[in-house]
């Protein structure tokens, strides 16, 4: 969590941009992208210098000599007209050079661009992000989760910014340990990845390397949640981790595939933001062909868990998509396409979270009852989540559900949570409020007992409950909630007629006395 002096340095940078004439936020965040990236790669550079001159050993520097006055402890320093010169005309081509031989997340810098016209506004960029506490890794994973909370429009094919409290309920749902091998396929800004890395090392750090500390505002006030209580930065360490399970970490444990390059650029910043040095970010699209031909091992059975919100519209070239990704579910939606792939890209006993939009649901398309019917027949179906259909405002009010299912075996009970509310109010401010379901959903899911399904405990009126594999197949395997949970209507009694005419009779009267006695006192 960031103070309130980081946010305001941040609202300050975008406020910048603003009247530079950058209006679309994911160019604003790209641009701000590079610099971060240029200030890290010379903050990376300094760091081997100082081991290299401890250890007397070498290392594989990323700046020759004659490219010494790229670094940014020399840039900063530059005039307006130079600085601009210099990172418009050598700094940007120097990322396009890099790409392929080895620099972080080079690949995705091949196309980078200055997009800044100002030479004010570059200025003014450089001085703030220099400003940024980057050197911190505690803070500066937050600080770009902030910067990314500015998005708020949906992409052309239907991608947004996923909430992080429902990450974070679906990464407390499904699991993850220090041996997982984790994917998002449509991995969009890293949400999904940087918050399950969050969750692992919380996960993996004992008591003694818990950090507390409270946060405080402008004015030196405490700051206090909705509910009134303290609000503290809690640091993980992840101090039960061996040095075998950290390079695990950063090397294969966190897999992201989007044909974005932008939402790439931005995935790969926000996960070495977090503490992960190699984050495994790939441009691709996972529906095509042409991703089984590059990453084999990755497009089938190739992961433990998969988390993901894939794009909700949008239909493709059917020549294009994955031949047994299409023998799973012939269809040209993206929607079903995403979910048969998903299946596919787990191993056996693996695990998936996977946000659909309700029409996965219920849709009486044959393609819609083929999926459903392949996650309950061929699949552990394990639980179908109902979200509130305000919970991706402001870029979508579209209904939406989680699934969760383990691949492999066959279903005998699903269970059901009909979610009401996620701690936020469900118009477009999304401002924080009291109601909250998810931590009960949480709960429930992980004491969920298949024990009761058949017996009076299972109540169908409540908020979770179990329905049986023979009553979905019955329903052409609907999956909606509303198809199974029960209502109980309250019969309400009205007094008769001629009472209630009655009663309007002597309102009428009492009216009129009323305005007798105000047109005697005129």
């Known amino acids: 969590m960031i103070t309130g002096q980081l946010k305001s340095k941040i609202d300050k940078l975008w406020t910048e941009f603003w009247t530079g004439g950058i209006t679309n936020p994911l160019t604003v965040i790209e641009q701000v992208t ?47 007209e130079k600085l601009y010169k210099t990172i418009r005309d050598e700094l940007f081509p120097y990322f396009a050079e890099t790409s392929g031989k080895g620099a972080l997340f080079s690949e995705f810098m091949k196309d980078a661009q200055l997009m800044i016209q100002k030479q004010s506004l570059l200025v003014k960029a450089v001085e703030l992000i220099n400003d940024l506490p980057l050197e911190n890794a505690d803070t500066k994973g937050d600080l770009y989760e902030y910067l990314l909370s500015k998005l708020t429009t949906a992409g052309i094919n239907g991608q947004f910014r996923t909430p992080r409290h429902i990450i974070r309920a679906m990464v407390e749902m499904v699991e993850i340990s220090k041996d997982s091998r984790i994917c998002d396929p449509s991995t969009g800004t890293g ?23 409270p946060l405080f505002d402008e004015n030196g006030q405490p ?53 992960i040095r190699e984050p495994d970010i790939h441009y691709q699209d996972t ?14 059975e190739g992961f433990s868990v998969i988390y993901a919100n894939p794009p909700f519209k949008g239909s493709l070239d ?26 596919r890209m787990l191993r056996i006993g693996g695990q998936s979270a996977t946000i659909v939009p309700d ?31 305000g919970v991706f405002k402001p870029y979508a009010g579209v209904s939406t ?33 009291k109601d909250n379901d998810l931590p009960d959903m949480v709960t429930k899911y992980k004491s969920r007992d298949k024990a009761i399904a058949g017996t009076e405990q299972n109540d169908k009126t409540q908020k979770a409950f179990w329905v049986s594999k023979e009553e979905i197949a019955d329903n052409k395997y609907d999956l909606s909630i509303n198809r199974y949970k029960e209502t109980v209507y309250k019969a309400e009694e009205f007094e008769e007629p001629k009472v209630i005419l009655g009663k309007l009779v002597k309102l009428e009267e009492d009216i009129m006395a009323d305005l007798k006695a105000l047109e005697g006192m005129l």
Not at 194 to 209: C, F, I, N, R
Not at 287 to 300: D, G, I, V
């Open 223 to 275: 700051l206090v949640d909705v509910n009134g209580k303290p609000v503290e930065n809690v640091l993980y360490s992840g101090d039960l981790l061996e040095p075998e399970d950290r390079t695990h970490i950063d090397t294969d444990m966190f897999h992201g595939f989007d044909f974005d390059a932008t939402m790439l650029r931005v995935a790969a910043m926000n996960l070495v933001m977090h503490g």
């Open 191 to 213: 949400g999904f990845l940087t918050v399950a890395y969050e969750y692992l090392l919380e996960k993996y750090t004992s008591e003694e390397g818990v950090e507390r500390e």
């Open 34 to 80: 590079f610099l971060m990236y240029a200030r890290m790669l010379d903050m990376a550079e300094q760091a081997d210098e100082k081991r290299s001159a401890r250890t007397g050993k070498p290392f594989n520097r990323r700046f020759t000599d004659e490219q010494q006055h790229l670094r940014w402890q020399n840039l900063r320093h530059l005039g307006a």
């Open 318 to 343: 059917e020549e294009d998509v994955c031949p047994e990704v299409l023998r799973k579910v012939k269809t040209k939606k993206t929607e079903l396409l995403f979910v048969a792939l998903i299946e």
């Open 287 to 300: 529906l095509s062909q042409s991703f089984s031909e590059k990453f084999p091992k990755e497009a089938k």
């Open 401 to 433: 559900a989680i699934i969760i299912f383990t691949k492999g075996g066959t279903t005998d009970h699903v269970w059901f949570y009909d979610v009401k509310a996620d701690g936020f109010s469900l118009d477009d401010k999304r401002t924080p409020i």
């Open 359 to 389: 029409g996965v649901l219920f849709g009486s398309s044959k393609a819609h009852q083929q999926l459903r019917k392949l996650l309950v027949e061929n699949n552990q179906l394990e639980a179908v989540i109902s979200l509130p259909s």
